[in-house]
């Protein structure tokens, strides 16, 4: 079983950075791959970024390519999302997820953070 905590969400200017964490309980969480989704109003949830385990393998999605980094600290069991250059159609609540397969549907889900960016 894994619990996680989104925080870090806030309200920033258009071209500002925001840092997301994913804090999670559990020692087996670096075993975990995990993404970050988003949700905006009526908007469908939307993939974000992921990463894999050893965090040797990210993905993201193409809107947030070159902008957004995801990175993990497996030793503090917790997976970061950097946020640069951010801009209004980003504005959304923000959850990370965990799973333990490399593939297919999250298991655990943390339970949002929102991000308003103002234009």
């Known amino acids: 079983q894994v619990q996680l905590e989104d925080s870090g969400g806030g309200l920033v200017q258009a071209g500002g950075s925001l840092r997301l964490s994913c804090a999670a309980s559990g020692r087996t969480f670096s075993s975990y791959r995990v993404g970050w989704f988003r949700h905006a109003p009526g908007k469908q949830r939307e993939f974000v970024a992921s990463?894999?385990?050893?965090?040797?393998?990210?993905g993201y999605a193409d809107s947030v390519k070159g902008r957004f980094t995801i990175s993990r600290e497996n030793a503090k069991n917790t997976v970061y999302l950097q946020m640069n250059s951010l801009k209004p159609e980003d504005t959304a609540v923000y959850y990370c997820a965990a799973a333990i397969n490399s593939y297919g549907k999250y298991d655990y889900w943390g339970q949002g953070t929102q991000v308003t960016v103002s234009s």
């Open positions: 990463i894999l385990p050893s965090g040797s393998l990210t």
